[in-house]
């Protein structure tokens, strides 16, 4: 029996996201690994440094959608055991384990007893388009898997799963095991370790840069009207070459599509519907309302070469 792990019973669900807070959970812990879909470390870190208000407490479509199916979602995976003993987990106020000397919590949405022993079950509401696509040979998307393992880890289960429902034109459901993996959790436990060293010392995780500019803008702020030469940073020289021919290209593209859209004007005429080949265009006037633009804070980035290329070769 791990000594660090606390089963605590919050009383609300607002004092369910506050013990939340507090921890790296279970179903964001997959982030530190740069494999979660819907956020990253860079993220994370600036909810647990508290430059950034995490959202888990707005409603959406998607939460209402899953919180509306969890309780079919339950009894079908009791159908699919029925030898053993579930517990389904509280949604307004749900049981909440942590470690509490690495600081990883989890809610894992079912308890289960069996002769296997204790096991614990997450159950996910997924749109059908959405499993056909990541959830392919029956394997589990690999946040996901993180999810459970990290659950499987703390609650000191045995076994575990994940119940699959899809509701489209038919009610549809899967129990896909997952075996806890002793390395899997010391991999993550290396990661949530060094993740709260980071966020102790202030010092930003490296960026995904195709995911976390936002994030970035957020965390750099307003120019302070000072220089700074990074000629000997050839990462982003290197960026900077790619950066002038993309514009360039775009500009090209540009320039085609402008030419391609006024052909199409001046074969169409009047007309508002025209057919040419495998495509059906319209061109319907319409009026578009003037607006103001809000006012805000911007920093543009403007690129000029200010060396020969051949001189600097």
């Keep these: 029996m791990n000594p660090h792990i606390e089963r605590l019973m919050p009383k ?11 921890d790296v959970t279970a179903s964001a812990i997959a982030a530190l690994a740069n494999a979660h879909p819907y956020c990253t470390a860079l993220q994370l870190w600036q909810e647990k440094t508290g430059r950034k208000v995490p959202d888990d407490d707005i409603d959406n479509a ?17 159908e699919q055991l029925p030898g053993c003993k ?14 509490t000397f690495l600081r990883v919590g989890c809610t894992p949405d079912v308890l289960a007893v069996s002769e296997r022993g204790i096991g614990v079950i ?24 993180l999810q459970v393992q990290a659950q499987a880890h703390i609650v000191g289960a045995q076994w575990a799963a994940v119940g699959v429902l899809r ?36 010092t930003p995780p490296p960026p995904d840069f195709t995911r976390d500019g936002k994030a970035i803008a957020e965390l750099v702020g307003a120019s302070d009207g000072s220089a700074i030469d990074l000629s000997t940073d050839n990462e982003l020289v290197d ?9 360039k290209l775009m500009g090209m ?22 057919t040419a080949g495998d495509f059906r265009l319209t ?13 805000r804070t911007q920093r543009p980035i403007r690129q000029k070469r200010i060396r020969n290329e051949a001189l600097s070769q």
């Design 12 to 22: 609300t669900r607002t004092e369910w996201l506050s013990l939340r807070r507090a």
């Design 62 to 78: 998607a939460m209402r959608r899953g919180r509306l199916l969890e309780d079919l979602a339950f009894t079908l995976a009791a």
């Design 86 to 99: 579930l517990e389904h987990n509280d949604a307004t106020a749900p049981f909440y384990w942590r470690d």
């Design 122 to 145: 997450e159950l996910k509401a997924i749109e059908p388009s959405q499993f056909a696509k990541n959830w392919t040979d029956g394997r589990v998307p690999t946040h996901i898997d």
């Design 167 to 202: 509701v489209g034109h038919a009610v549809e459901f899967d129990l896909i095991e997952v075996t806890p993996n002793a390395d899997v959790w010391h991999g993550l436990a290396g990661l949530v370790t060094n993740f709260w060293h980071l966020v102790e010392t202030d």
């Design 239 to 247: 960026a900077l070459h790619k950066r002038e021919e993309h514009k």
């Design 253 to 274: 593209l540009d320039e085609d599509l402008e030419a391609i859209d006024a052909m199409i004007r001046f074969k169409a005429g009047a007309h508002e519907i025209i």
């Design 283 to 295: 061109l319907k006037t319409q009026q578009v309302a003037g607006y103001t633009v809000k006012p």
